[in-house]
């Protein structure tokens, strides 16, 4: 069956480290696959989008890989800031006809100062 | 440009009773999704629609489910006959498609329903 794994247990670093948070899949194809920030009791927000052709996307201090050999997407965060303290989610779609996602559990990062 | 609004954002319902979720998408937005998170889990997909249209409801639980999004109008996400085990965070999000592009998704705030 579909399976998308994230590190269930939080990652804690410190202020000014760079956080990489890793997204494994099994027994997907996927056209694309995107990386969401989700804080307490609020909504998922869109972080950056990778597509099945790109090895690698960068956005300000953020940058994202992607393996569909290895079957894995890289999330990082450099310079990491208290203020990047939040659960991280990944998500594909299966293909573009299919917009649905499926998302991960999600890692919680938390950075100290 | 006002985002995706969800109301209510808390929702109490006894068992047994109705509950009714929606969602205005962002301007511009033609595409509605509903997914549900349960505690301590991740979002699942429910239910994609355009208006007037249900395109992929597989996520949708067989029965007592049901989704809309009329010409005009929010979205609803209806639950009728409500268990304690619907109790979840409902969040709608939206996107614009333009044939064949990769569009990330935009979400509400979510409403929490509890189930007494």
């Known amino acids: 069956s579909q399976k998308i794994e994230q590190n269930s247990e939080a990652l804690n670093i410190q202020e000014g480290k760079t956080a990489t948070l890793t997204c494994n899949y099994t027994?997907?194809?996927?056209?694309?696959l995107q990386w969401y920030r989700q804080d307490p009791g609020r909504g998922p927000v869109f972080l950056l989008l990778?597509?099945?052709?790109?090895k690698e996307k960068r956005k300000e201090r953020l940058k994202v890989t992607f393996d569909t050999t290895l079957k894995q997407s890289l999330f990082h965060i450099t310079a990491s800031q208290p203020a990047d303290s939040a659960t991280y989610l990944c998500?594909?779609?299966?293909?573009?006809?299919?917009?649905?996602?499926?998302f991960g559990s999600g890692t919680r990062l938390q950075v100290q100062p | 440009n006002a985002g995706v609004m969800q109301n209510p954002r808390h929702l109490v319902r006894r068992r047994g009773q109705e509950a009714r979720l929606r969602c205005s998408p962002m301007?511009?937005?033609?595409?509605v999704y509903w997914y549900r998170q349960l505690p301590e889990e991740g979002l699942k997909f429910m239910v994609y629609?355009?208006?007037?249209?249900?395109?992929?409801e597989s996520g949708m639980p067989k029965e007592r489910f049901s989704a809309e999004f009329p010409k005009e109008g929010p979205s609803i996400l209806r639950i009728q006959q409500v268990v304690r085990g619907d109790s979840a965070a409902y969040f709608c999000?939206?996107?614009?498609?333009?044939?064949?592009?990769?569009?990330?998704?935009?979400f509400g705030p979510g409403t929490r329903l509890t189930v007494l």
């Open positions: 990778i597509r099945e052709n790109e």
């Open positions: 998500a594909l779609a299966r293909d573009t006809g299919r917009r649905a996602l499926t």
């Open positions: 027994n997907y194809s996927p056209a694309y």
């Open positions: 999000a939206s996107s614009v498609v333009a044939g064949g592009t990769y569009n990330e998704q935009f």
């Open positions: 629609l355009q208006k007037e249209n249900i395109i992929d």
């Open positions: 301007k511009g937005h033609s595409h």
